[in-house]
């Protein structure tokens, strides 16, 4: 039986079994997609990180994992990249199989696909800026430039990261603040929880000091703060006494480097002043004088 009008020719039942193969043959389609965008993911993943490992030494390993945010960083950016993926995947095969059942049916596809045409065209000039933002958080997350959780710089602005979308990225600065940045708005960023974080403090003395005596006590503070189980996981080595870093008319300034872990360079500065200060205190050495220090 033939059924003929001026929108669509319908044979039965070849036509309706031919749909249904279009429709499964889609939804096979679809799922294979889903299973290597799934793989394809895990396996970039897994690279990135055995790279990872092999340009970082065991303490920061060992601290990644002690503390869990490689892991969820990880697990963040493949259920983004995954659910973006699959939901692209979804909306393509979905429109070829429509496209196709239509074509099918005898519905003429030029007129349509004509419509679409300048439709899209013209979403495509009132929607420049949303789909610049999603291009940029594509890349951002591909490219892990920052996650939850890392200390950044975008523009003015600086604070930790509270959630990574595709089209916003939301930062809470130290007073507070919450900003919402668009991810097509960021040309650059500063992340400061990558790697490492380095500080140099320094510590003034006397004038009048022995050079070489201070230079010992303070290098006894620095092997006693890199054995000290509380700073330990924090340093990457053991704090580095300089020397001299300036001098002054009344106070000779003594550099130390602290080189620690991404972000974590305040605690143990702040350690290491407590420390020197009794050190230097208890061997006699005098603080520089209230004109040094106001010159």
Excluded: C
């Excluded at 790279?51 to 065991?58: D, K, L, M, Q």
């Amino acid at each position: 039986m033939v059924v003929m009008s001026l929108l669509m020719t319908w044979t039965w039942p070849e036509t309706p079994i031919v749909i249904a193969v279009i429709v499964v043959i889609g939804v096979v389609a679809h799922a294979l997609v889903v299973f290597a965008v799934s793989r394809a993911t895990s396996l970039a993943l897994k690279r990135s990180a055995e790279h990872a490992s092999g340009r970082t030494n065991a303490a920061v390993r060992l601290l990644g994992q002690a503390s869990g945010l490689a892991r969820a960083r990880a697990e963040q950016r493949t259920k983004t990249l995954g659910s973006l993926l699959r939901s692209v995947s979804g909306v393509v095969l979905t429109v070829v199989v429509l496209l196709t059942v239509l074509s099918e049916v005898g519905i003429p596809l030029a007129p349509l696909l004509a419509s679409a045409g300048v439709g899209g065209i013209a979403l495509a000039f009132g929607a420049q800026s949303l789909v610049k933002d999603y291009l940029t958080g594509i890349f951002m997350i591909m490219e892990d430039q920052y996650g939850v959780g890392d200390f950044i710089t975008v523009g003015d602005v600086s604070g930790t990261v509270q959630e990574v979308t595709l089209r916003v990225t939301r930062i809470q600065d130290p007073s507070g603040k919450v900003w919402y940045v668009r991810n097509g708005e960021i040309t650059q960023v500063g992340n400061i929880s990558q790697g490492y974080s380095t500080v140099i403090v320094p510590i003034p003395v006397a004038y009048d000091a022995d050079p070489e005596k201070v230079l010992s006590i303070l290098q006894e503070a620095a092997a006693a703060i890199g054995d000290d189980p509380e700073w330990a996981n924090d340093l990457i080595e053991a704090p580095n006494v300089l020397g001299v870093g300036d001098i002054t008319a009344g106070a000779l300034t003594f550099q130390v480097l602290l080189k620690t872990h991404a972000n974590q360079q305040w605690g143990v500065q702040r350690a290491f002043r407590q420390r020197a200060k009794a050190a230097l205190s208890a061997a006699g050495i005098q603080g520089p004088t209230l004109e040094a220090l106001g010159s």
